[in-house]
């Protein structure tokens, strides 16, 4: 069973860096693009960063210039690093990635969530 598990939220000041890790587990064939997202209470879900398997990078507005996304294939992890957090920072990180798995001669592509990791900025 494919499985996507964050860590490394917690809570922080703001101005402080935080590196949240989303490590994929399972009968994993390849992973394409792989991505973190947010929510914060009341809101709707958003993109934070994405990364393809040719290590193209996007980013939301509210992040760019402030936090970097990096995956590392041979160890299906994607990191995202997170630099000058701000209060509005604050929120559920969530990772998510396009993994295809396979079992004998039976394949699956599927779009897959993590649990989420609560990210916490206050002075």
């Known amino acids: 069973q494919v499985q996507l598990v964050e860590s490394g939220g917690g809570l922080v000041q703001p101005g402080q860096s935080l590196t949240l890790t989303c490590t994929a587990s399972g009968p994993i064939v390849d992973i394409a693009s792989m991505a973190w997202y947010r929510q914060a209470r009341g809101k709707q879900r958003e993109l934070v960063a994405q990364?393809?398997?040719?290590?193209?990078?996007d980013y939301g507005d509210s992040v760019k210039g402030r936090f970097t996304i990096s995956r590392d294939n041979a160890k299906k992890v994607v990191y995202l690093q997170m630099n000058s957090l701000k209060p509005e920072d604050t929120s559920v990180y969530y990772c998510n990635a396009d993994i295809l798995s396979g079992i004998g001669n039976t394949y699956l592509s599927k779009n897959y969530w993590g649990q989420g990791t609560q990210v916490t900025v206050s002075s």
């Open positions: 990364i393809t398997n040719a290590l193209d990078t």
